[in-house]
């Protein structure tokens, strides 16, 4: 009866919360700390150290080792104090951190068609359309709503580009309006292996590809 329905429910009251409370942690909250290991550190949250990290590790001038060190650098605030026991989880979990809690599963390589760098002037607009602000102004922006946006990117120029790039690496035909757009775009459509110096003080100047600190 509905007493009794009413009796277990508060039995089973504490396991429920206790699932409830796990359900916000990953679902609703915007995290600024992961565990490793049995224990919680704090972490650079802000958007513009994860953009660093993605691009250290789309750097070819860095071997896998200094990518792995980079991304640690930046994501972990008190990773001098770390233990070297803890750095493989803690990478796990920063690239977990990075795939909006989604756990790091096998996936197959597939063509590259954006740079986080390359790309930064072509997306923050309609980042900027969708947040309704200038997000670069924002002292502080968690990556996961930074994320959200992103994903919402609609018919855009920056849209256009990765689609034309997305045709190419898959080896199919471009339309006659997509052939125009890229022979007179050709330099915001191929992507680019290095920057120039004047670039890469640019991409500074936007907060992007330096290892600075951000509000965790």
Request: glycine letters at 6%.
């Amino acid at each position: 009866d509905r007493h009794e329905l009413r009796g277990r429910t508060a039995k089973n009251q504490p396991e429920n919360c206790e699932i409830y409370g796990k359900m916000e942690k990953v679902i609703w909250a915007l995290p600024t700390t992961v565990e490793v290991n049995g224990t919680t550190y704090p972490i650079q949250s802000d958007y513009r150290a994860i953009l660093d990290i993605l691009v250290a590790l789309t750097d070819r001038e860095l071997d896998e080792r200094d990518k792995a060190e980079a991304a640690l650098t930046i994501f972990y605030p008190g990773f001098d104090e770390m233990p070297v026991s803890d750095y493989q989880e803690a990478l796990n979990q920063c690239f977990r951190f990075i795939d909006h809690g989604q756990e790091n599963r096998e996936k197959r390589k597939q063509p590259e068609i954006m740079s986080w760098a390359q790309d930064f002037d072509l997306y923050i607009a309609p980042i900027n359309r969708i947040a309704g602000c200038e997000v670069r102004a924002l002292e502080y922006l968690h990556w996961y709503s930074f994320l959200s946006y992103y994903q919402e990117i609609g018919d855009c120029l920056y849209a256009q580009v990765v689609s034309i790039r997305d045709k190419k690496a898959r080896g199919k035909s471009l339309d006659k309006q997509e052939r125009d757009f890229y022979r007179r775009n050709r330099d915001i459509v191929d992507l680019k292996t290095t920057y120039s110096e004047a670039e890469a003080d640019l991409l500074a100047a936007w907060g992007v590809g330096t290892k600075n600190s951000r509000p965790g």
